[in-house]
């Protein structure tokens, strides 16, 4: 009962989505990234997603270039590099970069430093471990969110234990071990 209305919620809201498109304020658009993506997501209805996302991406490139509507467009590249990361790895990061830079703009440190985490574990995936540790490096100290350190560093050790380098690991455990205390108080 409860998943049928809101499968309903969903379907309706797209089809508004669609119909009135050029109308619909930068808060439904924002609705729709943050809540409607991640359910198709998990319907597993990754291609529509995928469409709607580059559709929201596409009007939030066209607008006004306010804060608002920026914001916006960097949560849509975020969330359709995410769907993308297994298709295309060139074309998430391409997305995550432009919405890196769109945070960075605004002083989002610690969405860029989410995005980063992402990101390094693309690289990790793809074998290219001191890609990872340089965008980890680039970003760590600017980020402000405990969380969002803690998992940077565990990105962190990860590459660095691939790598093999010992020291590095000790450092970088001894850092996140500190920070998870910090989180903890």
């Keep these: 009962m409860k998943g049928e209305r809101s499968s309903k919620a969903i379907s309706k809201a797209f ?11 930068p808060e439904y658009l924002s609705f729709s990234t943050a809540i409607l993506i991640p359910v198709l997501r998990e319907q597993g209805k990754k291609e529509k997603a995928i469409k709607k996302l580059n559709e929201v991406v596409e009007f939030a490139r066209t607008r006004e270039k306010n804060k ?13 590099a ?27 440190e610690d969405k860029v430093g989410e995005i980063a985490v992402n990101r390094s574990d693309i690289y990790l995936k793809e074998g290219e471990p001191e890609n990872a540790l340089e965008l ?15 998992a940077l560093l565990k990105n962190e050790i990860e590459t660095l234990k691939r790598e093999g380098k010992e020291k590095e690991v000790e450092r970088a455990h001894s850092e996140l071990q500190k920070i998870r205390e910090e989180i903890r108080e």
Aim: hydrophobic fraction near 35%.
């Design 82 to 108: 995410d769907l993308e990361v297994e298709k295309d790895t060139e074309k998430s990061h391409s997305h995550y970069r432009e919405a890196s830079k769109i945070y960075e703009k605004y002083g989002l």
């Design 15 to 25: 089809s508004l989505l669609e119909k009135k498109k050029e109308k619909l304020p």
């Design 68 to 80: 608002r509507m920026q914001l916006l467009l960097a949560e849509a590249l975020a969330t359709l």
């Design 136 to 150: 980890i490096y680039k970003i760590k100290e600017k980020v402000k969110s405990k969380r969002v350190k803690a």
